[in-house]
């Protein structure tokens, strides 16, 4: 396939921490506006891939592609500029600041030393802000300060904060941990809303969460993709039955 | 108001609190005290510069520096080269080896003026160098410290370990510096006596005045979105970080705005007090600025300033008749205030002050804002 196609190509991908390798040789390619969900058992090298994306971790060999940038040699917020979004798997936001403050910081303009200190708050901020924190429910709590958020708002906040930048490529690592049946139900669907213009890749476990989402599924061990195809064709693979599904 | 002038004045509360402040140093305090104890509050405002640099740095950034004595003591050593060499004119100095060198060069046998101190002939260029050499090293340890993520605790124990390096490299090299007494014996401003009442209460106002452009100039650099992403840094700096901002440059810029207001107050500390030593540089001095910050509110730059001014009070009074007992009193009441109250004066002033009406009217108004887009001013 002409990999002008994917919007990241990850090809030959390894890295050791010690000898360990805990992503091994890795070939992954994301298409335009798909979703992919990456399912595995704890352990296999998932959030470390997504520290490779996202420059968090070097890579030993190997190389990753976003459209046509080589992102293993840039910074990480180089990288973020390049279009590349990242939640964490713990939720990772500003606890001292309200949640409309999360979302304002978040907006990519006045990213430079002066450029934040002459950036203001144009009208079009303001909309944005309010419009995204519509779509993560949390309108009702937009002037609460973050900490008092539960567990899923903060989860979703976070969400917020990253399509407060529009990346082309959003990666989510787990993010219905510790949300109730309802939130995860309201997740699925603003995930199936948000990937319409952009790809998102997403860690889960919930495989409940993720048949309702994912377009395609990888499956990793070992730092290894143990197999990848539609939720269907994952389900009864008898290897991967083995190694994760099984219990 | 216009958008600037809020933001430097940090709102209509922010503005009244300044202009109590202001008040109080430029009118009520000049009116009631005597030259004498205006001189020490002169000398408490200038250590003030230093708590407020730490407001920037520790309270919003979440940077505790250790050493921020030695930006005051650069400053203060810049402007007290340009006066020592003032005062060490040929004719004043004739009795000397080599006339014309500041004497302690000239009891070191030292016979021609040292390089470095060549550019501090001129004033215009001291009052330069007095903003740029403290901000320049400022800009050298960010540039070593934040660029490989050395943060936290390592960072405030390496910022103490070069404060003390300074202040020893300045005592050890006696014939440059002027060593363990330091800088003294200064007279004159370009012919100006400093040493006369009226400098006194001109530098006094002078001091004052800059103290307050310098919490404006806070002010504009905390309201502005450069001081949210400080509060997110000091939060969340791996967040902050993959939302593409370039972490460490934001934290060299405050380290040298910190370094820079700092070094103004070590320079005012010279012209009013007449003479700068190393005992400003070193490690105790850098830690006594923090506890000042600490106390006033290490989040509140106005708090900070009134935490500087009573801890002082308290160390003269105190000092005086129980000067053992000082060390140990400061001590205690840092860890009181850091464990029982965090935000320092300015937090139980925010918690029980009577203006409770006034800053709750402010907190719905600012509530409604948001919603209002657009019709803001
Ligand atoms: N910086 C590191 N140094 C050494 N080992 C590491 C490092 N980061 C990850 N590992 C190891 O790599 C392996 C993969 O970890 P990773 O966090 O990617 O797993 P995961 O698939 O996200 O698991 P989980 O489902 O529990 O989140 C683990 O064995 C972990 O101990
Ligand atoms: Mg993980």
Same mark, same amino acid.
């Given at each position: 396939?002409?990999?002008?196609?994917?919007?990241?190509?990850?090809?030959?991908?390894?890295?050791?921490?010690?000898?360990?390798?805990?992503?091994? *040789?890795?070939?992954?390619?994301?298409?335009?506006?798909?979703?992919?969900?990456?399912?595995?058992?704890?352990?296999?090298?998932?959030?470390?891939?997504?520290?490779?994306?996202?420059?968090?971790?070097? %890579?030993?060999?190997?190389?990753?592609?976003?459209?046509?940038?080589?992102?293993?040699?840039?910074?990480?917020?180089?990288?973020?500029?390049?279009?590349? #979004?990242?939640?964490?798997?713990?939720?990772?936001?500003?606890? *001292?600041?309200?949640?409309?403050?999360?979302?304002?910081?978040?907006?990519?303009?006045?990213?430079?030393?002066?450029?934040?200190?002459?950036?203001?708050?144009?009208?079009?901020?303001?909309?944005?802000?309010?419009?995204?924190?519509?779509?993560?429910?949390?309108?009702?709590?937009?002037?609460?300060?973050?900490?008092?958020?539960?567990?899923?708002?903060?989860?979703?906040?976070?969400?917020?904060?990253?399509?407060?930048?529009?990346?082309?490529?959003?990666?989510?690592?787990?993010?219905?941990?510790?949300?109730? %049946?309802?939130?995860?139900?309201?997740?699925?669907?603003?995930?199936?809303?948000?990937?319409?213009?952009?790809?998102?890749?997403?860690?889960?476990?919930?495989?409940?969460?993720?048949?309702?989402?994912?377009?395609?599924?990888?499956?990793?061990?070992?730092?290894?993709?143990?197999?990848? #195809?539609?939720?269907?064709?994952?389900?009864?693979?008898?290897?991967?039955?083995?190694?994760?599904?099984?219990? | 108001?216009?958008? /600037?002038?809020?933001? @430097?004045?940090?709102?209509?509360?922010?503005?009244?609190?300044?202009?109590?402040?202001?008040?109080? /140093?430029? @009118?009520?305090?000049?009116?009631?005290?005597?030259?004498?104890?205006?001189?020490?509050?002169?000398?408490?405002?200038?250590?003030?510069?230093?708590?407020?640099? /730490?407001?920037?740095?520790?309270?919003?950034?979440?940077?505790?520096?250790?050493?921020?004595?030695?930006?005051?003591?650069?400053?203060?050593?810049?402007?007290?080269?340009?006066?020592?060499?003032?005062?060490?004119?040929?004719?004043?100095?004739?009795?000397?080896?080599?006339?014309?060198?500041?004497?302690?060069?000239?009891?070191?046998?030292?016979?021609?003026? +040292?390089?470095?101190?060549? +550019?501090?002939?001129?004033?215009?260029?001291?009052?330069?160098?007095?903003?740029?050499?403290?901000?320049?090293?400022?800009?050298?340890?960010?540039?070593?410290?934040?660029?490989?993520? @050395?943060?936290?605790?390592?960072?405030?124990?390496?910022?103490?370990?070069?404060?003390?390096?300074?202040?020893?490299?300045?005592?050890?090299?006696?014939?440059?510096?002027?060593?363990?007494?330091?800088?003294?014996?200064?007279?004159?401003?370009?012919?100006?006596?400093?040493?006369?009442?009226?400098?006194?209460?001109?530098?006094?106002?002078?001091?004052?005045?800059?103290?307050?452009?310098?919490?404006?100039?806070?002010?504009?650099?905390?309201?502005?979105?450069?001081?949210?992403?400080?509060?997110?840094?000091?939060?969340?700096?791996?967040?902050?970080?993959?939302?593409?901002?370039?972490?460490?440059?934001?934290?060299?810029?405050?380290?040298?705005?910190?370094?820079?207001?700092?070094?103004?107050?070590?320079?005012?500390?010279?012209?009013?007090?007449?003479?700068?030593?190393?005992?400003?540089?070193?490690?105790? +001095?850098?830690?006594?600025?923090?506890?000042?910050?600490?106390?006033?509110?290490?989040?509140?730059?106005?708090?900070?300033?009134?935490?500087?001014?009573?801890?002082?009070?308290?160390?003269?009074?105190?000092?005086?008749?129980? +000067?053992?007992?000082?060390?140990?009193?400061?001590?205690?009441?840092?860890?009181?205030?850091?464990?029982?109250?965090?935000?320092?004066?300015?937090?139980?002033?925010?918690?029980?002050?009577?203006?409770?009406?006034?800053?709750?009217?402010?907190?719905?108004?600012?509530?409604?804002?948001?919603?209002?887009?657009?019709?803001?001013?």
């Amino acid at each position: 396939m002409n990999p002008t196609e994917f919007i990241l190509t990850i090809e030959d991908l390894t890295v050791s921490f010690d000898g360990f390798k805990a992503v091994d *040789n890795l070939n992954l390619y994301i298409e335009n506006n798909e979703l992919r969900v990456v399912i595995g058992p704890n352990g296999a090298g998932k959030t470390t891939l997504l520290d490779l994306i996202c420059g968090k971790t070097k %890579a030993t060999s190997g190389s990753i592609k976003f459209k046509n940038t080589e992102l293993t040699r840039l910074a990480e917020h180089q990288i973020v500029r390049t279009g590349v #979004g990242r939640k964490f798997q713990t939720p990772s936001i500003y606890e *001292n600041l309200t949640v409309y403050q999360n979302l304002e910081v978040s907006y990519p303009e006045g990213r430079s030393v002066i450029g934040s200190l002459f950036f203001t708050t144009t009208p079009a901020v303001k909309e944005r802000v309010t419009r995204i924190a519509d779509e993560i429910f949390l309108t009702e709590s937009l002037h609460q300060q973050a900490a008092l958020l539960s567990h899923g708002q903060k989860q979703w906040l976070e969400i917020g904060m990253l399509l407060m930048q529009d990346p082309e490529l959003l990666m989510l690592d787990e993010p219905v941990a510790g949300m109730s %049946a309802k939130e995860r139900d309201l997740t699925a669907d603003l995930l199936n809303r948000i990937c319409k213009n952009r790809s998102v890749l997403v860690i889960e476990h919930d495989m409940e969460f993720v048949k309702k989402i994912a377009h395609k599924v990888t499956v990793l061990h070992q730092g290894k993709i143990l197999a990848e #195809g539609s939720m269907e064709k994952i389900q009864s693979n008898e290897t991967v039955i083995d190694v994760y599904l099984g219990h | 108001m216009n958008e /600037l002038s809020e933001k @430097v004045l940090g709102g209509k509360q922010g503005a009244l609190h300044l202009a109590i402040l202001a008040v109080l /140093l430029l @009118v009520i305090l000049p009116l009631c005290l005597d030259l004498f104890r205006l001189g020490l509050i002169g000398k408490y405002v200038t250590y003030a510069f230093v708590a407020i640099s /730490l407001v920037l740095l520790w309270g919003n950034g979440g940077i505790l520096s250790l050493g921020q004595g030695m930006f005051f003591g650069l400053g203060g050593y810049c402007m007290a080269m340009f006066l020592k060499l003032e005062a060490s004119d040929p004719i004043s100095t004739k009795i000397q080896t080599t006339p014309g060198l500041p004497d302690f060069m000239d009891w070191n046998q030292i016979v021609e003026l +040292p390089w470095f101190w060549e +550019p501090f002939k001129s004033l215009p260029l001291t009052l330069l160098l007095v903003l740029v050499v403290p901000v320049l090293l400022a800009f050298i340890i960010g540039m070593a410290m934040f660029t490989r993520r @050395v943060g936290g605790v390592y960072f405030s124990i390496i910022t103490q370990a070069i404060a003390l390096i300074l202040s020893i490299l300045i005592v050890g090299q006696q014939g440059y510096t002027g060593g363990v007494n330091g800088i003294t014996d200064l007279k004159t401003l370009s012919g100006w006596d400093i040493r006369t009442d009226s400098a006194k209460y001109c530098l006094y106002f002078m001091n004052a005045g800059l103290l307050i452009l310098c919490i404006m100039l806070s002010r504009f650099i905390l309201t502005s979105k450069f001081g949210m992403l400080l509060l997110a840094m000091r939060d969340k700096e791996e967040r902050v970080r993959f939302s593409g901002y370039d972490v460490a440059r934001f934290k060299i810029f405050i380290f040298c705005v910190a370094a820079m207001i700092s070094a103004i107050g070590g320079a005012m500390f010279t012209l009013q007090i007449g003479f700068m030593s190393p005992s400003f540089v070193g490690i105790v +001095p850098s830690i006594e600025m923090v506890i000042f910050a600490a106390v006033g509110g290490r989040m509140s730059l106005i708090g900070a300033v009134y935490g500087t001014l009573l801890v002082n009070f308290g160390k003269t009074i105190f000092s005086e008749t129980y +000067p053992e007992l000082w060390l140990f009193l400061m001590g205690g009441l840092f860890i009181a205030v850091v464990m029982f109250f965090p935000d320092g004066l300015a937090g139980i002033y925010e918690k029980y002050a009577p203006h409770c009406s006034f800053s709750m009217l402010r907190a719905r108004w600012l509530k409604k804002v948001p919603k209002v887009t657009g019709e803001r001013q």
